[in-house]
Structure formats: structure tokens, C-alpha cells
């Protein structure tokens, strides 16, 4: 157990940070430290050319393998260009679920045509890609999935139609990847299939959907006779659930510590504001203060401990933890800037509805809680899977 | 000992619910909240006309209803729980309830008939740390005119008249001074909570009336401050109770993993936890609110005043966070999407629990009375 | 609404003061604020004495109806005597359970000459009672009940056998109330029926339970071949359920009001050593004071509704939330003497193991989330009485 | 970077652990811990001569194993685990330590040498205010005597070597003193955790060999203490471990309403909880042991040091008090009796989030880091 990382990781940061230096410049300087959770909807334009450039520098897909485009990043590599992303105040990544969540599931299930069509937009950041997992009505049961999607043998392509929700991106996105039922006998996980549909096209409706925020980071995504092509399934037909679940499995890890730097970065001002207003000097909040610089601290211990045990295929015990640390520990941070912020609290930037970024923070904290499963979903899959305690029953309706 | 509604108090509650049911639904309270007055004319005019809230706390010979607090709690609970928009607040709760601390004299008649007829009143005062009990940033007055700022002030923006609170060579005085008197510039606030309409003041050698000197203006400001705080108590119970009551409604409908919401434990659990903080802070509000008539009939202390206060806004306060947070929990995906109302009472309980005071402020003001004295 | 008591009622007030500073006095002198929860096992003999000189001022059983021996008080008059009571350090009650539960149940379900028979003892003061319902294994689940009752035609006495468990003050009893299983081919709540047991026979022992307390303040009860006579049997066999659930209707109220000034006293020693030893000047220790303080006036009000609400037969939504409400507020009491008392919370008054009043309290409240039913226990009946929630199944097995 | 054991500390954990579980049985335990000395001097014999755990932090050069805080770390926890009666925290994870820090010097060689071959010590240091920052509460040494008191120490009463910080006119120093030195009065507390033995010393007139002056005095005393605090903070987390492990193995057995225990959500979720504050207990243990072993090697700086060990101390207390007070309630009745052993983890963990500064003290600590300097 050591805390210090290699020289020749030490000289990878350094090279990181110079070019992050370099090129968050310019026509970038306008987009940093913006994109991100709760300001999804900024800036796109530039940060899709962002994307671009950050290919031309080799900086996407890193982890991917070499012969797919990318540098096979060490895990330590990965943590190190995601902590000086974020101290650098890269952008949110338009990028994002393609490069973490869709390469990675390709490159495992897809076959080589597959990869040849999708890989190579992806690793150019030419290519976004949103997710259609969630329906409405189903929340975090991502089992119940009742878009079905039937192959016609005429046209010799998938023919879709349900609807998905919580979609974000969707609008500036080519492609999502929806699970889609092919078995209509089936329920819950069989049955399903896993589609690579493309979102330009008659059958595909994106309709935003307005956040307490006043803005719209997701939408619902309506598939009315939406097609893709006869290859464009991952995996065969009833293996869908398989697959989707391994594609979430790619959600967790490296990036966490990215995430971190954020929260720092959100940590940092709340300081900032505490000393200027003497917000500092009450006992109470100095308290709540340190509780959230040992919480973002401890939350860090803990990605450590996951990104060095093993292989990662296996989820650890602190893995299990985390979406349920993090999310309550974002939660509790947006409720102390407020008291922090005081009166001010209160104002907002500007009409109709402006919220300042510790406003916005506040506010979107409480999806956090919600999204990627509920909390109460992480502490049943805590006491079911980590600490063999009985599952919870379903249901007969 | 009666710690329960009389019958009279339980009709003038239930009336108020129905009245508020019917005109703040929640495409009237998301209407009023985004218009240029930040509530509805028509409806305080129903309020005034039709059912004379504003009456209330005003004494018979003044050609009121002459009741107390307790009946005041009782409609705030109610206006609370639909979050209605409305003048009532910063009218009745505030200026109203100062001015029935003034002594006698032309301009507190003048103002409590306006009220009585209809118009409106803001209470003019802040001290830009939350709790508002430091009065040494208030307007100050000189030779009877008023300089000054003063921010946060509800409905300051559209009330008729204004109570505000100055400091003179002396001390802490009160003036009357009408909404649009010369000197006098007035913005709304773009806040988070959009159900309560807040507003930053500028004087600039402004006259008006004084409605008490400084003999009485301090304890005047302070004790219009811990009736306010029982006032926003109130409002709060009520906003716990609809968060409460709406989620239970959503959780007892929506199916998840083949069951409905409501049938999981864990859920379950949450909403007893609420309806545990819920139920204390309405004892705690029943109590200041007893307290409160107690005080402005002489019969107790400041002092109980302020710890009945306290202990009422602290216990709602959280309460109303709670079950409002928790209310988006119970809701899922669609407890943070504008459609629903639940994020509406997340956002008032949020700006309300640090109006006048956010909890830690008044425990600590609560640990001073019970540590810092003599007595053991 | 109002505040105040009645002049009558404050003439009542003053009477029951007088009353217990004239006789808490000589020979009671000593077990002033004793014998309260998790100090039940002091002073028992010189208690007795007590509960029999309360009966000759005519002051135990005060609730009860004037033919029954009692002053027919009113709540407010219960309220007062249970405060003086309280305030002036009035021991704890072994009667408690004969004057509080087990006469106001044979005043409504017993025949005259049960009541002749058991009621003047428990208004002397000199017939004491123990409570049989908790069974080894049950836990909370009081219909789970595996005692049983057998009626000998031969004898024409009832026979018991079986076992119950965190009776309190068992060896100091004189009868115990058992709910007892007549019908053996019924489970649950039915087949059921509740009896009046003597203690001092040769079919039933009693064997303390230690606590982390190192006291033993609670038995189990061991019923071989035990008997009672036919007319021993309070309502007719199968209607135990009712009439046991009646008798717990009887725990709740007016009593509440006394256990709050034992709380009060309590918080004011916390205080006491606060100002003492420096900890009053800790501003998180300020803080928990002050919730302290908050709670506790909270639980008065609580009570101050739940008694002014109605006849009492149907629980309130206050009275609901009051188990769960006191037990949570005295477990965070307990925590906080001892952080209060700091260094010297670890150290006991005397060996082998003899704790201050605080550090008994402070161990002793970890019970008072779980009996009476547990916290856990408390929300679901909230959230399916009160808010009308689906009721958690029974399993199968 | 690399964040786990590796096979040579995991070898190291899983002996401590296998021994301390077949040597610490709750019989075990509840033997030693009303015994004379508080612990079973048979086993600390096993522990020295056989498995040598004394020699794990002394440098191979003085005939030890030269290992690290990290391998102290894993150990503690698994005596933490099984609450093992033992004067191994006191006499290696302090005197030893403190020892270590000391320049070289015939005093320092000799303890290490006595420790090395099985003979106990003890800290002597307390401020009677529970952080034991204080410095100013010490026995003063005059002219080579060392008069007063302290209280709160651990093993006090039976070690045979005691390190004792005392104030001389330059500032703190550090003597060693035989336990049965002419002049020192030991006896042991009555205490609620029975676990773990502390005893108040008095001194009068007591002579020692001078382990260092007032030039590294303080700096030392004050490592000391971080250093234990992280050891606390391992003992705690094996507490914590303990707390759940037994509790769910109690649940899955324990069948109420017709179902195990362990079925119920509410009753899953606060096993969750449980792990969530555990899990992250360890995270900062692991952190907070490296930086040891980092801040003994010269690699760090003390701030690094106190913000680790205030994280780990905070945390671990937190999570061991909650997790055997949920035990309790999840053992229900039982929980509370004497027979069943999550009441002394209970108490254990009580005790031991008091040592060294409770959790809102090490967050003040961290706040001033945060808050009072210069640094944004």
C-alpha cells in the first residue's frame, strides 16, 4: 500500500496538464468549468468542436485498446487525466457515454463489422451517442422495459416502438442505444434485445423534459416505427439484458475521481464564500464544513481502494458503496451552500429563472439521489449482494 | 388546560382550506408566482371583500374580528399548505401586527383601516445576515427623512404602504410611509422560491408618518419579528403537511418491481419519520401560537415569547425540509421535473427555513437562554 | 385553545404538593428520585411501604371511578398529580402496572367478583402485578404466543405452561397477567385467553435477565403446570387478543406527563455538569443541548394535545408518533450526557460495576427504542394507521 | 499508487486475525476483563514470544521487523474485532512509538530492548479535557523530580515501563519511569467499557531516565497521539466490523412475524448504512496509515498528519458507535442483556470515540485547517 504514484505516471500528468494548458484556450476559454451535472445544455456547439480537438490530440477513448484508437491507459493513468481534466476545468464531455459506456460495451460484444461502423466516430468525437434504457413508469425497474422492437423480414431491418425517458443529450446525439423487448412473451430480464438506433430519422421524437432548474439536461425519447438496420443489434436477440447490464458495469470507476475534482471545485467555493461573508466563523457551519472536506476526502480513499482492487470485473465491497456515499454527500453539500450562502441563497442571478452555480448545484443534488438507481435501490443491492441479506420480494401485479 | 381547536377556531380553519383549495390550485399558484404582482388581485380581493382575513387580528372597537394568533396560525396553515400567493403574510402577519403594537395615534388609524379596506403593507426591515435581529443596518432617519435600504422585504415591491424600520439619533422608530411616497425605489427580487414575492428598497429622503418612537420601536421590530417567526412556523406546518400528503398519494399509485411504492418498507419508514416531525412542529406552532395571544395580552414574558418562537420555526423549518426533500425521494424521476409541485414546496420550505433565522441560529439562541444565565 | 389550568384544577395542584412534601419525608426521604427506569431493582421493600401510604392518603389509583375506590380524576387532575408527583422525586411506582393496566381492564372486562376479588389489593398498595406477554423468540410479534392454557375438569383450575420473558419486578409481584394459547389448533391472534396468575406457587419461577447495565431489572417467567383458578380468566377463552390489546390501550397517556419531568430532571443535571465542566462553552454542545431542550418541551406539547383530544378511545395522530417520538429523543439524551461528561463518562462511581445516575441512563435508553415495541415496530403502525400504507406481509413460515 | 494490502501485509492481517479469534473468545474477554491485571498475561506472553507482534514497528537494526503503520493498522483491527484484552495498544502502538521518535539514547535503547523481550509500557499523558492536546495539565519535573498526576491511562496500573510527559521549565519532556518506581501510586479505574484498563498515576518525587529534553518534547507527545488515534481508528473499524457481522448473523436466524428479521427493508437498509460508514471508515484508516508511515519517513508534514488522523479518528468512531448501537436494536431484547456481546462493542466503541477527542472536536480541528489560514 502506497500513496505516491510512479515517475512515469508523475511525467503523464505533466504531460496531461500541459496540454489541457495549451488547449483550453482561446475559443475554449469560454467553456471551462462548464457542461457539467445540472448545466448539461451550455456551450454545446463548442464543446462538440471541443471534443474534436481533444481527438486530434489522442485525448479521447484512452482506455481503450490501442488497436481500437486509444493508448490503453493504466487505471492509474486514467485517474490521473481525469483529475487534471477536471482541475483544468475541462468541459462536461459530449463524448461521455459513447467513450465510457458504448465503446467499451462494443468492444466486448460487438462483432468486428460493428466495431469498424461505431468505434472510429466515437474515438473522432464526431460521433455522440445517448442511452434509452429507463421508461416511464418503470424508474429504477430497469427490467420493465415495454418498447418492443420486431424484425421485418421485408426490409430486413428492426422495426421499434415504445418510448424511453431521462435521455440525456438526446438531441444533439447520433445514435442511442435502447433496450428493446424482440420476445413479447417474455417479462422482466428475457427477452430483450440491446439496438444501436440512429436518432435522425421520421421515427425518432425528442421531447425535453424541464427540470426544477427551469432547464432541460433530459428528455423522452419516442420511438414510433423507428428502424435500424439488421446488424445494428449487440449481441443475439435475448441477450439484451446481459449486455445492458455490462455496459453499466463500464459506468463505474475511473471517472469518479473526476467527478471528484468537480465537487472540489464546488467544495472550494463554498469556502471561498464562507470566508467572505463570515459564514467562516459560525460553529455550525465550520462543522458541516469539515464534514464535507472529509466526506470529498474519504470519497476519494474509497475510489482509490476500488480502482486498485483487482481486475474490476468483480464489484468490491467499496464499489457497492459509492453511488450511495456520493450522492448523499452531494446532497448534503448543496443544502450547506445554501445556509452558507445566507440571504443570498435566495437571489438569483438573473430573470426569469438564472440560478447561480452554487443554485443550481443545490437544485440538482436532489436527482442525484434518484437517478442511476434511487438510493433506497443501492442500499437493498448494499444488503442483498455485499452482505447476503434476503431480496426484497416482487410483486404479483 | 385545552390544547385542541375550540369549534369556532376549527370553522374558521376549515373555511380557510376550502377557500385555498379552490383558488390555489397549482395552475393558479404557478400563474401567480411568474406575474408582475406575485399573486393573484382577484383573490385578495375575494380575501378582503368576501371573507375579511385581514379583520382578523383587529380589535372589535376597530371594526375587527378581534381573535388571536392561534386563529391566525390556523389559516396559515392553510394558506401554507397550497402555497398560496398572497399579500396576507406581509399585510396581516407583519405590518398589521405592528401597528397593533403602536400607541395610538393618526397613523397607525390610517393604516389599520386601509388594511381593513383592502390595501396592502409590507414590513420594512433586514439586516442582511438572515436572522434579522441586528437592527444597526436599518434606513436611517433624520429630521424626518428616511435613507436607507433594505432588501428581502416580502410583497416591498407592490404593498400599498410600508412599516419601516429606521434609526433615529434615539433609536429604532417605525414609520408609515406609502408605497409610492417620492423617494421611494422599489424592485422585485428574481428568487428561487417564486410563491413568496421578495423585494429590495431604496429611500432617498423619504417622509412619512412615525408610527412609534424610539421609546418602543425596538421592542416594537422585535416582537413583530417572533410573531412573524410563529407566522412562518405555520406556513411551514402546512407545506410539511402537503409535501406529506401528495406523496403519499404518488407512492400509494405508482407500481415499481410489481408493487406499489408504498408497500416497501423503507418507504414506509420515510413517511412515518415525517409524520413524526410534522406532528411535533403543529404541537410546537399550537404552543407558540397560545404563547403568542398570551404575550400580547400581558400574561408572559418576552422571553417565553422568543423560546416558543424558536422552538416552533426551528421544528418546522425542518420538518417541512424534510418532507418536502424526502417528498422528491418518494417521487423519483418526476419529483425534480417542473411538472410536478412537490420541487415548489422544496423550494419554499427551502427559503423558508432560513427566513429569520435558519434552525442552528435559533438553537443557539435557545442554549444561550438555558446555559449563559444564572439560573442552574 | 388555551394554556392555563382552572383555578380548581391549581387548588388540586397545590393539594397533591403538600401532600408529597409532608410524606416524602423521614423514612421515604431516601428513595426520592429513585427507582425509575433502570434503577427498578433499588429500595423495593421501603417502595412498598410507600405505595401503601399513598393508598391512605387516597392517592394511588386517582383515575379510577369512585366505586372502585378511586377520585374519578379528571386528565387534567392526572396530568397534575403525575407532574407533582414527579417533581417532587416521587419513587417509582411498583404499583404501576396494577393501578395503570391491569385495574383499568378488570374495570372493563372483569365480572364484580373479579373485581372484588383483585381491585381493592391494587388500591391498598398492597397487591402488586407483572405483565406476561413478551415470549422468548417473539419479539414484538405479540400474537405469537406458545404458552398454553389447559382447563382441568378435574381440578376446575386452569393449567399453564411455558414461558415469558422481560417481565419486570416479577419477583416482587404477587399475580401475574398471562395471555395464554387456549386453542391449540389456532394461530395468531385467536385461540386466546387472558389470565390472572399468583406468583407464589410451586409451577412458576422466576429468573432475572442481566443487563449491559449489570442490573436485572427484567425476569423471565416460567410457567410448569402453574395454575389459576376458573373464575381466574379475564374475558372468555379466545378473547385474550381484545382484552390484552385493551390493556396496552391503557399504557399510553397521562403518565407521559410524569416521565417527562424525570426527563427534566435528567436534562437538568446534563446542564448542571455542562456549566460545571466547561462544556456549556462547546458550540456543538450548545447545539445538542438546545435540541434537547426543544425535544422535550415538543413532547410536552405532544402530550398536552393527545390529552386534550377527545375521549381517548381512538389513538391520535399524536399519540401515534409518542413511543417513537420519546424513545429516539432519550437515546440522544444519553449520548449526549456522556459527551458532556466528557473524560469522566468512562468512569464509574464505585466497583465491580456500580454506574452513575447519567451512565445508567445512558445505557438503559438503548432498551427504550426496542421494548414496547421497537422503533421499527412504531413506524409501521404510523404508516399503516395513521397514513393508511400497505401493512408489511407475514411470512410463510 | 496502489491502494491495497499486499500479499505480505494481507499474510500479516489474516495470522493476527485467526490467532486474536481463537485466543479472544467472548469467554475469553469477559475472563480478562474483570481480572486483576485486565488481560491475560498467558496470551500476551504468546503474543511476544511466540508471534512477536512487539517487534513489528522496531527497526531491523535494534532487532526488529521494521514494518510500518500500515501492517500496525491491519492489525488493530483484528484485535479491535475480537476486543482483545491486551496491553499491545498501549505498550506498541504508544510507548514503543514514542520511543521510536526519541534521539538516541542509553533510556530509549533500554525500553526498546525491555518491550523487545516481552515487558509491557504504558503513555502517561492525559489533559482531563478528552483531546489530550492540552499540554498544560502535565506533572511538572523539577531538579530531575517529577511530581503530579494523570488519569486515563491506558495500562497504567500494571505496565512495567511508563513514558511520562512532563512539563519542566523548558517545556514538555519525556521521562522513563519504572512502573514500580519509589513515588509513583497507580491504580486502576472503574470503567464502562471493561476492555480496555485505565488507571490514574500519581507522582511524588519520582526520578526516570530522561528520554528526550523540551527541544522535541511536545513534537513528539503530539505525534504520539496522531499516531494513535489512527490505531484507535483500526481498533474501531474491527469494532465496527464485529458490530455488523454479528448483528447479520443474528437477523438471518431470528425469525419474527413469520419471517427472518433479516427480510425486512428497514431492517436491510440500516445494515447499508452500517456498511456505507464502515467500508468508508476503512478507506480513511488506509489513508490515514500510509500518511504514518509517509510523516515517519520524512515524506510529509505533520498538518498531513493531523488532517488524516482527525479523518480517520472522526469516522471510524461514527461508524463503530453506530454500528453497535444499531446491533443492539437489531438484536432487539437480547441486545440488551448482559449474555449477548454486541452491548460490549457497544460500550467499547463508546469509550473509544471519546479517546482522543470526540468527532466534533476533530472537525473543529479540520475546520480551522480549512478555514483560518491564509490559503483560499
Redesign the interface.
Known sequence: ?????SAA?EAFRAEVAAWLEDNLSGEFEAIRFRGGPGDEHVFVEERKAWEQRMAEGGWTCIAWPEAHGGKHASI?QQ?IFNEEYARAGGPGRVGHIGETLMGPTLIEFGTPEQQAKYLPGIRAGREFWCQGY?EP?????LG?VKTRAVFDETTQQWCINGQK??TSLAHESHYCFVVARTDPSQVGHKGLGFFMVPMDQPGVTVRP????T?TAEFNEVFFDDAVCGADDILGAPGQGWAVAMALLGFERGVSTLGQQMLFQNEL?EI??V??ANGA?S???I??R???A??GL??MR??S??M???GDGSQLS??A??YK??WSSWHRNLGKLA??VM??Q???????????GRL?SMF??T??D???GG???I???L???R?????R?????? | MEFTFTEEQLMIQDMAASFVEEVSTSEAVRAAMISELGYDAGVWQRITEELCWQALPVDEADGGLGLGFVEMAAMLEQTGRRLLCSPFFATVCMALYAAKQCPASEAKQSLIEAILGGQTAAFVHTDGRGHWQDLSALPRCESGLINGQASHVINGDSADWLVVAVNEAEGCALYLVAGDAEGVSRSSLVTMDQTRRLASLDFAGVSGQRLCDAANGAAIVHVTLELARIGAAAELVGVAQQSLDSSVAYILERVQFGRTIASFQAVKHKCADIMVKLESSRSALYYAACVADEFMAGSTSLAALQEAASIAKAYASEAAFFAAGVGIQLHGGVGITAEYDIQLYFKRARAQEAYLGLPHWHRERLAAMLLDGDAA
Open positions: 500500500m502506497k500513496l505516491s504514484f505516471d492509474e485517474v429507463s413508469g418503470a424508474g429504477s425497474d420493465n425517458v431521462w423534459i424541464e427540470q426544477l427551469g472550494d469556502i471561498r464562507a470566508k467562516a459560525d460553529p455550525s465550520r462543522q464544513i469539515a464534514e472536506h472529509m476526502k474519504t480513499y474509497n482509490m481502494r480502482l486498485s482492487g465491497r467499496e457497492m458503496i450511495l456515499y445554501m445556509d445566507g440571504e441563497a435566495e437571489v438569483l442571478q438573473a430573470a426569469p429563472y438564472e440560478l443554485q437544485l440538482f436532489r436527482a439521489t434518484i437517478y434511487t438510493n433506497q443501492q442500499r437493498n448494499i444488503a442483498e455485499a452482505l447476503g441479506l434476503p426484497e420480494p416482487r410483486g404479483q401485479s
